[in-house]
């Protein structure tokens, strides 16, 4: 069953609250971070080998129009990650896109969301995810929810 969002905050609370709290209750070596500067979740990993790992969130209303990322002159932090690629983040950043009437979602590496943009290059002011590219990939059921 297809749950839709009213925005991207929306979104974002559901994936916090229903997926990714109750999972990390299983690791108790993993903290999710409840204030947020750079990006939408960041998950710390305590213990002798800490890490911190990245996830943006987005989703897409059809009403919209367009779903891209960054500010809207093109610039900002996740096109800079997406064009300078800095290993840390290549390594440990995902994107979790999730479209009004789809049943799941996608869960992007840096590269693969790459791809996903209109001619395939982040450039300053290419952000926008092409349509087709989020409509004909198979999206992924991370969990059963209900709400």
């Not at 609370?13 to 299983?26: A, F, V």
């Not at 479209?99 to 290419?126: A, H, Q, W």
Request: some cysteine.
């Amino acid at each position: 069953m297809s749950k839709d969002f009213n925005s991207e905050k929306e979104f974002e609370g559901h994936l916090r609250r229903d997926i990714i709290s109750p999972l990390l209750k299983e690791y108790p070596v993993y903290y999710m971070m409840e204030s947020k500067k750079a990006v939408d979740i960041l998950i710390c990993k305590n213990g002798k080998e800490p890490a911190l790992f990245f996830i943006e969130v987005k989703y897409h209303r059809h009403s919209h129009g367009r779903l891209g990322f960054g500010h809207a002159k093109g610039g900002g932090f996740q096109p800079e990650l997406l064009i300078q690629k800095p290993t840390y983040f290549q390594n440990n950043m995902r994107w979790i896109l999730g479209v009004v009437g789809k049943d799941g979602y996608l869960f992007l590496t840096n590269d693969e969301l790459t791809l996903s943009v209109n001619g395939g290059k982040v450039e300053k002011n290419i952000t926008e995810f092409g349509k087709d590219y989020l409509m004909k990939k198979p999206y992924f059921r991370l969990l059963n929810y209900s709400s």
